[in-house]
């Protein structure tokens, strides 16, 4: 019976139900949008965020430079002046620490003992400064005509031969590029994490003390080198076996060797610059750092909450709008919705006076009134629900169609191997271009299911109420 008649009474005012699920369904469209749009921002912030640390990396433990702690001086490069006129080319290496102070491989250790961690990986961040060129002897021409004696013309009474030197000099390029030493045994953390081999492969961990190397993309091209290139390092030739590509933005360097190769070029042994640590819980990253600072003294511990602060422009500015503006005007249109809902099937039962009191002279308990009245409220939320699901996801679809372009600026130091995660150098402010989608969750899908039946069951607690407070006698009084 309470089926048969919350069908007869559905159809009998179609109008009247579709305005209420109209209005349910605009309020959560909107929601659908709006949750999608921010999963989209965070997505696309952590795209970001992933270009300067890495996969699976929650956060990096460094220790600040001290230039003048170790009397360290600038590179010094000798040549040659080669006198025999021959031109030969000449070079010279410098490898350098770059950005942050060396800490031990012990430390390594002792950062992954520390609790909270599950993992924990060192790398080593380089600069190599190439200084290579020839030096060209200058050719003495003498003054005055040849042979003359001293003091006579061309001499100068001392009996050398006046003239000067023309022509020569020198001819050197520099080349600085950036070099990482990665610990192949441990592929899943690290900073080739932050892009993906696009052409050779990458390390295997039985090349630990292999002389071998990946570039990255850019400067690949820059230099034509391909698979199978050899790349010399301080007289030391690696062999190219893979080209990366960077997620976004910069990579964290132009060259990624094993670990310990690059700590016997920079003559580093045991040394790393930066330590990739990965939470056993992404709950407890706070924690984990916390326990990191008190128990290794001297290092500074960077998560990606601290890097996302340093992330500024479109992007930071559209994730503020959809986190604050954006969930407030949902809450809004929410709220207007259900009260609207629950006004007008407030409306819909005067309206029905003589069909409830009839009802209830005919033997329906109060009781079995409300229930019919919020049984076709919560039908209409349910409507309006599927409908606002399919608007949400037309809207997200329009979204992800268009894939807006957002900028996100990154404060200097906080590149890949900046300040920030990737250690090793200072990096200028940039900005990456990052393409806005909206992904609908199946949790966005059950949310709006869930406002669904809530609209409905505040609509019909609205007319059940009124429904409730129906005599008989009111039926009769509007009996023409």
Do not use: C, H
């Not at 590179?75 to 102070?101: N, T, Y």
């Not at 250790?109 to 290579?132: F, Y």
């Not at 422009?313 to 809902?341: D, R």
């Amino acid at each position: 019976m309470f089926f048969t008649y919350l069908r007869r009474e559905l159809r009998r005012r179609r109008k009247a139900a579709l305005v209420v699920a109209s209005g349910l369904a605009l309020g959560i469209a909107l929601v659908i949008v709006v949750n999608s749009v921010s999963s989209g921002m965070g997505k696309a912030q952590d795209k970001v965020l992933q270009s300067l640390y890495g996969l699976g990396t929650d956060m990096t433990v460094t220790k600040a430079a001290e230039p003048t702690a170790d009397g360290s001086e600038p590179p010094r490069f000798q040549f040659d002046a080669q006198d025999d006129g021959s031109g030969e080319e000449q070079s010279s290496d410098r490898v350098l620490v770059r950005g942050f102070q060396t800490l031990s491989t012990s430390t390594v250790s002792k950062v992954g003992a520390q609790s909270g961690v599950s993992d924990a990986v060192g790398g080593l961040s380089l600069q190599v400064v190439k200084v290579s060129g020839e030096f060209t002897p200058g050719q003495f021409q003498q003054n005055g005509e040849g042979g003359q004696q001293p003091g006579g013309p061309g001499g100068d009474g001392s009996g050398q031969p006046q003239g000067e030197v023309q022509g020569g000099g020198a001819n050197f390029d520099v080349n600085s590029y950036s070099v990482y030493g990665t610990d192949v045994t441990e592929p899943a953390l690290g900073p080739l994490t932050s892009s993906k081999i696009t052409s050779g492969r990458t390390f295997t961990s039985s090349e630990a003390d292999a002389e071998v190397a990946v570039v990255d993309s850019a400067y690949a091209k820059e230099k034509n080198l391909k698979v199978g290139s050899t790349v010399t390092i301080k007289d030391t030739k690696f062999e190219v076996i893979g080209i990366a590509t960077a997620d976004s933005g910069d990579a964290a360097a132009n060259l990624y060797v094993p670990l310990k190769p690059a700590q016997t070029l920079s003559d580093s042994k045991d040394k790393v610059t930066t330590i990739y640590v990965q939470a056993t819980d992404s709950q407890k990253i706070d924690s984990v750092k916390s326990e990191i600072q008190k128990n290794i003294s001297g290092t500074t511990v960077t998560t990606s909450a601290d890097l996302a602060d340093t992330v500024s422009g479109s992007l930071s500015t559209a994730s503020s709008l959809a986190t604050s503006v954006g969930k407030w005007l949902s809450i809004v249109v929410l709220v207007a919705a259900f009260v609207v809902a629950g006004l007008l099937t407030s409306s819909a039962v005067s309206r029905r006076v003589r069909e409830f009191g009839t009802l209830k002279a005919l033997g329906w308990k109060s009781g079995r009134v409300t229930r019919q009245v919020v049984g076709e409220a919560v039908v209409n939320g349910l409507v309006g629900g599927a409908l606002g699901i399919a608007l949400g996801l037309a809207g997200a679809y329009v979204v992800t169609a268009v894939s807006p372009t957002l900028q996100a600026e990154l404060g200097g130091g906080a590149g890949p191997g900046g300040g920030g995660f990737g250690g090793g150098r200072q990096v200028a402010p940039r900005t990456l271009d990052v393409a806005l989608t909206a992904p609908v969750s199946l949790a966005t899908i059950g949310l709006a299911v869930g406002l669904a039946v809530a609209g409905g069951l505040i609509a019909g607690a609205f007319g059940g109420w009124r429904a409730s407070r129906l005599r008989p006698a009111d039926a009769l009084r509007r009996v023409e």
